[in-house]
């Protein structure tokens, strides 16, 4: 009946050390039961060990080495921290990344929010609105790569006609240009997406009662969404935040398909800059560097918006 | 509060009719209605353009005004051009493989741990738990290096062992949250009166939490699939052969040997791409709602 891992040698449960056999049973059911829990958890545990705990180890550890996987890791020190300070294609990509996170998340953030706010103002057709509003969003990263490569595109592109028609016959090398490249991708991923419906989501929570009483109190609209619309979002405001942020470092997919980081690293962003340093020039311990600040700044985003969360996020019911 | 003035209407409805009110109302709904118009133009231009000039000729495709949207004659050649210069059947079995292939395990492994969260009670749960959240906010980048390393010291690249295996480790952190929230919010009296016919957990968590969890387990059906269809790290580093490369990898073939005259082939690639992923997230969506408004995100 019982599985040889469940009744291991215990001394409790030694047959001959167990007084009777009622008592016997009743703590072999109390130690199955307590086991239980981490027999559920096992593949967990040990996915944690062996692909989150030991990576992080490992990366920290490489940090600190020259590391080519073919040949020995061999120590050097902080020498890799202080070479991607030094290095240039490195530094263009850890500007860019700073700059996306500076303007996109803020930007996505408070687009997403607006959005929202217009699809739910009582209006009729509003179901279709809400409907259309989520399909540029379930275009998959690669179609929408092509799509976006055509629309700012030199020559045939939508950008360029238009701006040809309000006067600029020579338009702008926007994918081509070094400069104006990460503006793009910048520009492009400041939409509501995930971030709108989340917000939506959270609007649909707001207990109506709270915008009668504040129209009884006589609140013009402006202050019923500062003072009672936006507390009551900033839950989801927080989850928001949390998951753009963690998103920012991950953008890799549209810029790898439309320019591949180019033109000279003018839209290199932090998590291929990684990819690039393992897998194209196998400088190991550069990545395992990169790795470990990322894996820092998150932890630390984490942290600090936790830690904050008390003074600005306002839970229901004093949670 | 709000039962009284939906009555005071039924029974005063002139009072709906006083002349300012009635016009500040058209005047809000106006404004409304104009900004939702100039949202939804620009929200959904680009894919607008993609369907339109998947149709057009590159003649067709310089812009005149008005934009012509639906174009005059209709041309099927770029489908027939994209679909020549690549084995897309190949790769969507590839895609569907990944899906299934990580799908299930990760289901499997990350409902038991899940379970194990929400419903159990043993030393560190707690703080096992925030160690679950800190790995679902922790970008994948961290771990891609070490992980890729070890994979191939195992022979596994080139496989689909690196799909398979992590994925029966519940490292699905997020997935592993959002259930455990999901089982959390079930009424424990179902589990305890099937507990005292007999059952134990494996059968509470078979007969009575999954069944009432249909719409988490859903999305995250719909979420694994949207994954396999738009990842593009994953194949980059594992299935990188050609007989083995999803939809987004091949796209991404397809799209740096394109020059910038065969737009017409790569907007109709776009197209057959992209549908299915419109039609899923259209049934998806909502189970997101769903899922999201019952799960809560107050820990």
Redesign the interface.
């Known amino acids: 009946m019982t599985s040889p891992l469940l009744s291991g040698p215990q001394p409790g449960l030694d047959p001959a050390e167990a007084p009777g056999l009622l008592d016997r049973l009743a703590r072999g059911r109390n130690f199955r039961r307590?086991l239980?829990?981490?027999l559920?958890?096992l593949?967990?545990f040990?996915?944690?060990l062996?692909?989150?705990a030991?990576?992080?180890l490992?990366?920290f550890y490489?940090s600190f080495t020259i590391y080519d996987?073919f040949q020995p890791a061999k120590w050097i020190g902080f020498r890799n921290y202080v070479n991607l300070a030094d290095n240039d294609y490195t530094r263009k990509a850890l500007m860019n990344t700073l700059l996306y996170v500076a303007v996109s998340v803020p930007g996505g953030l408070v687009v997403g929010l607006l959005?929202a706010l217009?699809?739910n103002?009582k209006?009729r057709g509003l179901p279709l609105?809400r409907?259309?509003?989520?399909?540029?969003?379930?275009?998959?990263?690669?179609?929408?790569?092509?799509?976006?490569?055509?629309?700012w595109?030199p020559?045939?592109g939508?950008i360029n006609?238009?701006l040809k028609?309000l006067g600029f016959p020579r338009g702008q090398a926007w994918l081509t240009d070094p400069v104006m490249v990460k503006w793009v991708f910048i520009f492009m991923t400041i939409?509501g997406g995930i971030g709108m419906?989340?917000f939506?989501?959270g609007l649909?929570?707001v207990p109506?009662?709270l915008y009668?009483?504040a129209k009884?109190d006589g609140a013009k609209s402006i202050q019923t969404l500062f003072k009672v619309t936006l507390p009551m979002l900033t839950?989801?405001t927080l989850?928001n935040l949390?998951t753009s942020l963690?998103g920012a470092?991950?953008m890799?997919?549209s810029p790898?398909?439309?320019t591949?980081g180019g033109p000279a690293g003018g839209s290199t962003f932090?998590?291929q800059l990684?990819?690039e340093n393992?897998?194209r020039y196998f400088k190991?311990g550069h990545?395992?560097a990169l790795?470990?600040i990322?894996?820092v700044i998150?932890?630390l985003?984490?942290f600090l918006l936790f830690r904050t969360s008390a003074s600005w996020v306002y839970?229901e019911g004093g949670? | 509060?709000?039962g009284i003035?939906t009555a005071r209407r039924h029974i005063f409805p002139a009072g709906r009719f006083i002349l300012g009110m009635r016009a500040s109302r058209t005047i809000?709904?106006a404004i409304?209605?104009l900004?939702?118009a100039v949202?939804?133009f620009f929200?959904?231009?680009?894919?607008a353009?993609?369907f339109s000039?998947a149709f057009k000729t590159l003649e067709q495709?310089?812009?005149t005004?008005p934009i012509q949207w639906i174009p005059n004659p209709v041309t099927l050649e770029n489908f027939a051009d994209g679909w020549r210069a690549r084995d897309w059947l190949l790769h969507l079995r590839n895609t569907l493989m990944l899906a299934v292939f990580v799908l299930i395990p990760t289901m499997a492994?990350c409902i038991?741990?899940a379970?194990?969260?929400a419903r159990?009670?043993?030393p560190g749960?707690e703080l096992?738990m925030l160690?679950?959240i800190?790995?679902m906010?922790?970008?994948?980048?961290?771990?891609?290096?070490?992980?890729?390393?070890?994979m191939?010291r195992m022979g596994w690249v080139g496989t689909w062992l690196p799909a398979i295996i992590?994925s029966?480790?519940?490292?699905n952190p997020a997935m592993?949250f959002v259930l455990r929230q999901f089982f959390r919010a079930i009424p424990n009296e179902l589990s305890e009166a099937a507990r005292l016919d007999g059952c134990n957990?494996l059968i509470i968590l078979w007969r009575v939490i999954i069944p009432l969890s249909k719409p988490i387990l859903a999305l995250q059906i719909v979420l694994i699939i949207?994954w396999a269809?738009?990842?593009?790290?994953f194949p980059?580093?594992y299935l990188k052969d050609k007989s083995m490369q999803t939809?987004?990898l091949a796209?991404?073939g397809f799209?740096?040997s394109r020059g910038?005259t065969q737009?017409g082939a790569?907007?109709a690639?776009?197209?057959l791409?992209?549908l299915p992923?419109?039609v899923?997230?259209?049934y998806g969506?909502r189970y997101?709602?769903e899922g999201?408004?019952l799960t809560g995100?107050?820990?």
């Open positions: 307590r239980l829990p981490f559920f958890l593949p967990w040990v996915g944690v062996t692909f989150q030991y990576p992080i490992d990366s490489h996987v959005q217009l699809l103002v209006v609105f409907t259309l509003a989520i399909v540029p969003g379930t275009v998959p990263v690669a179609g929408a790569a092509a799509v976006f490569l055509f629309i595109s020559n045939l939508l006609s238009f028609i939409q419906l989340i939506l989501a649909q929570n109506q009662e009668d009483a009884i839950p989801y989850f949390l963690i470092f991950q890799f997919a790898m398909l439309m591949g932090y998590g990684i990819y393992a897998f190991m990545a395992a790795s470990w990322l894996f998150s932890m985003i984490v839970y949670n | 509060m709000a003035r809000q709904h409304a209605y900004l939702i949202f939804l929200a959904l231009l680009p894919v353009w993609m000039n495709m310089r812009i005004f492994s038991l741990a379970y194990a969260f159990m009670r043993f749960s096992l160690l679950n800190s790995f906010l922790m970008p994948d980048f961290v771990t891609m290096v070490p992980r890729y390393v070890m191939a992590p029966m480790l519940a490292l592993v957990d949207a269809w738009n990842d593009l790290l980059l580093l939809l987004t796209m991404m799209i740096g910038d737009w790569m907007m690639m776009s197209v791409v992209s992923m419109m899923l997230s259209y969506q997101f709602t999201f408004t995100i107050k820990g």
